[in-house]
């Protein structure tokens, strides 16, 4: 083969090789990028989200204090007007007192529940779960207080084991809100993703025959 020749192969051989080599490692390199962006992505995304889960919580137990004042307040107002005797305009006006206080509370009452239906979206199932079995306990405290004001305004025989019902789980209301913020700050911790990518699908051939 002549000398001229020869080298013109390789020379192009060789051009051809190194293009290769470079477009690999083009390839290689956007490929690189493109998972650092990815990954970008991804962990701002999970910050937003872990940032919308505090505020969801924050939000929660702000309404769920709001609420406990408010059922303090109701509870004092009821009792105020247990003490008056019956049928005088001082009882009257206790009792009015009690009904103000009583709707203030049911207020407080249905903010908290929305406060808790609104977490349920920026939440895990399991933490949704937790928090509405906490909610479901606020909610109980506020419907034993109900009761032994019902049965109050009525002269009901009942009403002094309401009331101990009422202030017994009243009393143990702030252990379930410490073992909800314990939760809260668990589940904050583990940085789950509320809406996790799905796994592609890897469909498989069966055989035939």
């Known amino acids: 083969m002549d000398p001229t020749i020869k080298g013109a192969i390789i020379g192009a ?12 490692g083009a390839r290689s390199q956007a490929k690189a990028a493109l998972e650092a962006v ?33 059922i303090g307040a109701a509870a004092v107002a009821v009792g105020d007007a247990r003490r008056h005797p019956a049928h005088t305009s001082t009882e009257g006006q206790a009792r009015d007192v009690a ?17 808790c239906t609104v977490l349920g979206l920026s939440v895990t199932p399991l933490e949704a779960g937790t928090a509405e ?6 909610t109980g405290v506020v419907h ?5 004001d019902d049965a109050t305004e009525t002269l009901d025989g009942d009403r ?19 073992h909800f913020i314990d939760m809260t700050r668990g589940y904050l911790q583990t940085l789950q993703d509320v809406a996790p990518e799905r796994p592609r699908r890897l469909w498989q051939r069966r055989s035939v025959g």
């Open 13 to 24: 051989v060789a051009t051809a090789v190194g293009a290769a080599i470079a477009w690999l």
């Open 38 to 70: 990815r990954i970008q992505a991804r962990t701002q995304r999970m910050d937003g989200l872990w940032q919308m889960r505090r505020a969801a919580y924050g939000d929660l137990l702000d309404s769920v204090e709001t609420l406990r004042s408010k």
């Open 99 to 115: 009904r103000a206080a009583r709707e203030e509370m049911l207020s407080a009452l249905a903010s908290m529940r929305h406060k």
């Open 133 to 138: 079995s906490f909610g479901s306990v606020v």
């Open 144 to 148: 034993d207080l109900i009761a032994w």
């Open 160 to 178: 002094d084991e309401l009331r101990r019902i009422f202030f017994a789980r009243m009393e143990a209301l702030p252990h379930s809100v410490d």
